[in-house]
């Protein structure tokens, strides 16, 4: 959508704290020991106490209230009862939702408690690389060289990028135009970034993978090599300068 008055604006602000506020409390409420559905439960209850409704649900009837992606899982894993989550796990929460018609997305992936794996490195490349797109990105900017940066980035620190999972425009719905926001750079890709439109910018930043498939539960992604890969998304509105971080408070920012 793109931003015509300061009602939308508040609208996507309020949509946006609500699934920040529910990440950042997700995210202290895990635990070794738990499973994915009570973390997920959680999350659940938090939105419904924001007054929001959850996404993936909403709109495609995805079998959990938020998506939970541990260790090999790149993105949609299924909450559930039989996933325990370990000391040292790399976890990813995608929390997406809509509140009085206005939609937004954020998720991140953290190591829980001690980093026993080295995970940290690529969790700390991929939040950074995403601060560093979005730095770039105002007015007029092709979409294709926010890929490409985005891309450059994280071979410089010896990563690659899922290039079949992708950023996209949101605000009135989940996914809308721009519907193809890559992690690389996409020479076809011919659009730009406008002022006052809001964009969910995301980094999947690969140990070796560049291709994410569904494991056979019609959900979950993950790559064929075994590959680890960390996520982070923000909901952002274009502007002429830096753009407005929407969901900027939800403890993964710095």
Partial sequence: MSITNQAELLGMQKVSEAVAVTLKKMREYAQPGMSTAELDNYGRTLLTALGARPAPKLTYGFPGWTCISVNNEIAHGIPSRK???????????????????????????????????????????SRSILQTAIAHIHDGVKIAMVGGLIEAEAK????????????????????????????????YNKSRFRKNSVVA?????????????????????????????????????????LPLVLTKDNGIWE
Avoid: C, M
């Avoid at 990813?92 to 490195?121: C, I, K, P, T, Y």
């Avoid at 992708?166 to 890559?182: C, D, F, K, N, W």
């Fill in 156 to 187: 410089r620190r010896g990563y690659r990028v899922i290039k079949n999972l992708t950023g996209h425009g949101i605000g009135r719905g989940l996914h809308e135009a721009p519907h193809s926001v890559a992690n690389y750079y996409d020479p």
């Fill in 201 to 241: 910018i995301e980094t999947f930043i690969s140990t070796k993978a560049t291709w994410a498939y569904e494991n056979g539960d019609g959900w979950t992604l993950v790559a064929r090599d075994g590959s680890f890969v960390a996520q982070h998304e923000h909901t952002i509105v274009v502007t002429d300068g």
């Fill in 83 to 125: 996933t325990i989550l370990r000391e040292g796990d790399l976890v990813n929460v995608d929390v997406s939702a809509e509140l009085n018609g206005f939609w937004a997305d954020n998720g991140g992936s953290f190591v829980l408690g001690e980093d026993l794996r080295q995970h940290q490195a690529l969790v700390d490349a």
